[in-house]
């Protein structure tokens, strides 16, 4: 039900009813957040990328060639927007702009210490790690965004919380914090 009222969404859209992608917009943009700072790790960046994602979306809606999959389409153009951030932000960050982010970065050890747990874990296990605890996600729901099936976000999610919890381990976090 939920692919069919996408598609409808879609084709609307396709056929010039700005509406519905504006309906597209509202039901996904948080997620696009969530995908985008999984990479990013700076929200008002995710922010941007978010908003640039659905952009592209909307120019390049004719190239989506199944139209029940718009949630995964629009996953991939936003991991990629995000990378591309990134790529850019590389080429013109500076000494002074790391020593000027940690300064700002006033969060408890612990917090800290997860962030660098989830920053270790690959690309994909992040984005399933910030849809699930940051955005509060279900099972199907993060299945229906990534294209994947329920129990690939099951067995996915419990690999990234082994490797987190291994890597907390090894920072000095006791069986009992974890």
């Not at 004719?62 to 590389?90: S, V």
Request: net charge positive; glycine share 4%.
């Amino acid at each position: 039900m939920q692919e069919n009222l996408e598609r409808k969404l879609v084709e609307a859209a396709l056929g010039g009813d700005i509406e519905n992608f504006g309906e597209l917009c509202r039901r996904y943009y948080a997620v696009t957040v969530a995908i985008a700072y999984s990479i990013l790790s700076d929200h008002q960046l995710a922010e941007d990328a978010a908003q640039e994602s659905l952009a592209k979306a909307l120019v390049n809606l004719k190239n989506l060639k199944n139209r029940t999959r718009f949630a995964p389409w629009l996953a991939a153009i936003c991991r990629n927007t995000a990378k591309d951030m990134i790529a850019a932000r590389a080429r013109h960050i500076s000494t002074e702009d790391l020593s000027q982010v940690a300064q700002k970065n006033n969060d408890d050890e612990n917090n800290r210490a997860i962030r660098r747990a989830i920053e270790q874990l690959p690309n994909a296990a992040k984005e399933l790690i910030v849809l699930r605890y940051y955005n509060n996600l279900s099972y199907d729901q993060i299945a229906s965004i990534l294209g994947i099936s329920r129990a690939a976000v099951n067995g996915r999610l419990a690999r990234a919380k082994r490797k987190m919890a291994k890597y907390l381990k090894r920072n000095g976090f006791s069986e009992s914090e974890l």
